[in-house]
């Protein structure tokens, strides 16, 4: 059972190799929407831009989507968004949460395929507040 919930924001992010969708969540009205999608390279984000985010909404937590095998099971890209939660967490000094992140892409593509990276967040941060 997670601890209870501070009051404020969160950012949640879909890690990708090329893309990390960002998306802002409320920790009150249990509600997250689409933010933004940050180019990465090789896994590694533009850590200006990603700085510039967290010092605009100020987080209480970050959360990074864990994309787990159907049959529980971590995936080389889960020990990579691992890895990322970690640079994160030393970065910036603030909570960071794996969530499971099980067949978000795949229903923030069915949402919108344009901005499939942020729903994918958006779905990360909504699976958060909501549990």
């Known amino acids: 059972m997670r601890p209870s919930m501070p009051e404020g924001y969160v950012i949640a992010f879909d890690f990708g190799m090329r893309h990390i969708g960002v998306a802002i969540g409320q920790s009150v009205t249990h509600s997250a929407n689409p933010l933004t999608t940050i180019s990465a390279r090789d896994g590694n984000p533009d850590w200006?831009?990603?700085?510039?985010l967290i010092h605009t909404w100020k987080p209480q937590t970050l959360l990074v989507g864990l994309p787990l095998n159907m049959d529980?099971?971590?995936?080389?890209?889960a020990e990579r968004a691992r890895g990322f939660a970690v640079k994160l967490e030393q970065r910036y000094s603030l909570a960071v949460h794996m969530v499971d992140?099980?067949?978000t892409t795949f229903e923030a593509k069915r949402i919108d395929?344009?901005?499939?990276h942020e729903i994918a967040a958006k779905?990360?941060?909504e699976t958060y507040l909501n549990s």
Do not use: C, P
């Open 123 to 125: 779905l990360i941060a």
């Open 48 to 52: 200006d831009q990603l700085g510039k």
């Open 101 to 103: 992140e099980r067949l």
């Open 72 to 77: 529980n099971t971590e995936s080389e890209m």
């Open 113 to 116: 395929f344009k901005g499939a």
